[in-house]
């Protein structure tokens, strides 16, 4: 029988909801607290926990990863230049721009598609003050390189870890490289709380700030000490954090299957390429699927199969494409970099859909349809000489 194309969409994810009498109850609690926000116990125990996760009492919550962001840079006094990758989502930017910080786009290596340091150390310049580099896909930077860097240019290190829960390197959390990460648990996430975001960050004395900066500035009922912003976690969302931390082995361990099951039924694939597995000392969390497609060995352009996976009702999506230095409110920003690899991944990148519940026997089914095309767009190159 003929590949049939799905009943119900496929999206690139799906968030995971944990069983719903477990919310149910942890609703009870907040019905009988009558407190909904503005760090109320149930944010508490959120943090604690994540404290315990993080190994660390640096943590802080806020109520989505790009305010997250956006604060710790602002709490860190961070101006200027800051040296960052245009192969992201908007957020990393739009938190510079916010502070009004330019960003100076450099180029990202061509493996895991993160800030290549050979890029970043051409790119320092007087005015450079710090570095934003993300683990894209939540693949972990080149760590210590970027380390040494920071360390003998004196710019700060901060990492953009939105995608990047639950991963460690050499059994060390991610949290625990750089001067700040910022973690995003929106429900596009394999750990998500709704929305909600987090910073963990290596000076102590910055949590005081944050908190400040989160809530108006606010130190006592008569006492703003700061112009902060209201970005606070609420009570629903920490809820949601506190439940789905308890299952989030499993949607790893899910996850890394489906991971496993594309690998396997792509392989042979030409024109299909996967990043190249992670070194054995990092514990990954699977949390999107990137491939590139090779026009030319696999025989249609990543946009033509993006489209064609549409009519088939999946929904891949181009996570990072256009680059971010091409959207309009950067344009204008002067490129050093020619950012020759990020053009190119961006051009040809594409992920796959995802998430926990995905059925092993779907992803099978997804990547039939990309074999089909493959095949189809053979034979029609073949015809066509
Ligand atoms: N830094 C980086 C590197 C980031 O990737 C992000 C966010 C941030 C910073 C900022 O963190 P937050 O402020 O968001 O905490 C999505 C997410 O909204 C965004 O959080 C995420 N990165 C980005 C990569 O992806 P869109 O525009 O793709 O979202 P949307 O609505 O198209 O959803 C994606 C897919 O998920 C759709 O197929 C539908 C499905 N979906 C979505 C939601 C919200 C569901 O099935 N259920 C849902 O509840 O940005």
Not at 190 to 216: A, C, P, V, W
Not at 258 to 268: C, G, P, S, V, W
């Amino acid at each position: 029988m003929p590949l049939q194309p799905f009943d119900k969409p496929i999206l690139v994810t799906r968030p995971f909801l944990p069983p719903l009498d477990e919310f149910t109850e942890g609703v009870k609690e907040i019905w009988d607290n009558h407190w909904l926000t503005n760090n109320g116990p149930i944010v508490q125990r959120f943090s604690r926990e994540l404290s315990n996760y993080y190994e660390t009492d640096n943590v802080c919550l806020f109520n989505n990863g790009t305010l997250a962001l956006q604060i710790g840079l602002q709490g860190m006094g961070i101006s200027g230049e800051v040296i960052t990758t245009p192969f992201t989502f908007v957020a990393t930017s739009h938190a510079l721009y916010w502070n009004k910080i330019r960003p100076v786009f450099v180029d990202i290596e061509p493996n895991y598609y993160t800030l290549d340091p050979a890029a970043v150390e051409a790119s320092i310049t007087p005015w450079t003050t710090a570095i934003l580099a993300v683990h894209v896909y939540g693949f972990p930077c080149n760590l210590n390189v970027l380390a040494d860097i920071a360390r003998r240019h004196k710019l700060v290190l901060i990492y953009d870890a939105a995608h990047a829960f639950g991963v460690s390197v050499g059994g060390r959390p991610i949290s625990h490289f750089g001067d700040m990460s910022m973690f995003s648990f929106h429900a596009t996430k394999l750990f998500h709380s709704i929305e909600g975001g987090m910073l963990t960050f290596r000076d102590s004395g910055l949590k005081q700030t944050f908190d400040y900066l989160k809530n108006f500035g606010f130190k006592n009922e008569v006492e703003v000490v700061m112009p902060g912003t209201n970005a606070k976690m609420n009570e629903m969302q920490a809820l949601m954090g506190i439940l789905v931390l308890k299952h989030m082995e499993s949607l790893i361990e899910s996850s890394r299957l489906i991971d496993a099951t594309y690998r396997e039924f792509l392989k042979d694939v030409p024109g299909i390429q996967f990043p190249p597995p992670l070194p054995a000392d990092v514990k990954y969390n699977f949390v999107y699927q990137p491939i590139e497609v090779d026009e030319e060995k696999f025989g249609m352009s990543r946009d033509t199969l993006y489209d064609a996976l549409k009519k088939y009702n999946i929904f891949s999506r181009r996570y990072f494409y256009p680059l971010l230095c091409d959207f309009p409110c950067y344009r204008s920003i002067a490129l050093k970099d020619p950012l020759l690899t990020a053009r190119r991944v961006s051009e040809r990148i594409l992920c796959l859909p995802i998430y926990p519940d995905l059925a092993v026997d779907d992803v099978v089914r997804i990547c039939e349809a990309i074999h089909l095309f493959h095949h189809k767009a053979s034979k029609s190159a073949l015809t066509a000489h």
